[in-house]
């Protein structure tokens, strides 16, 4: 039982950046992989980034190696993820999500939590 939710979506001008928040509640003692994904119109849901428990290990999908950072605070419960030099083609409802255990996961379908998602819409 853990509840997600985001925040900090919003409107970006490309070339622009924006940081997205999770803050966990629940039952959050065990360990989790947290993982942010994102889905626009028409689209599949894919993951974006994704983060062991301890942070050391992470996965940047290919369209934003360099742009993108994600982040944990396991003591807030909280993961972010820092979203720079955006271009259009990154406009879509970004969701973070976590699963047990210390492994990293990046398929969406492996995950059992899921924040509601906020909209993130980057202008030309």
């Known amino acids: 039982q853990v509840q997600l939710v985001e925040s900090g979506g919003g409107l970006v001008q490309a070339g622009g950046s924006l940081r997205v928040s999770c803050a966990a509640s629940?039952?959050?003692?065990?360990?989790?992989?947290m993982g942010w994904f994102r889905q626009a119109p028409g689209k599949e849901r894919e993951c974006v980034a994704a983060m062991s428990w301890r942070g050391g290990i992470t996965y940047y999908a290919d369209s934003v190696k360099g742009r993108f950072t994600i982040s944990r605070d396991n003591a807030k419960n909280t993961v972010s993820l820092q979203m720079n030099s955006l271009n259009p083609e990154d406009t879509a409802v970004y969701y973070c999500?976590?699963?047990?255990?210390?492994?990293?996961?990046?398929?969406?379908?492996?995950?059992?939590?899921w924040g509601q998602g906020t909209q993130v819409t980057v202008s030309s």
């Open positions: 999500a976590a699963v047990l255990g210390h492994r990293l996961v990046v398929v969406h379908r492996e995950y059992d939590y």
């Open positions: 629940g039952r959050t003692v065990s360990s989790y992989c």
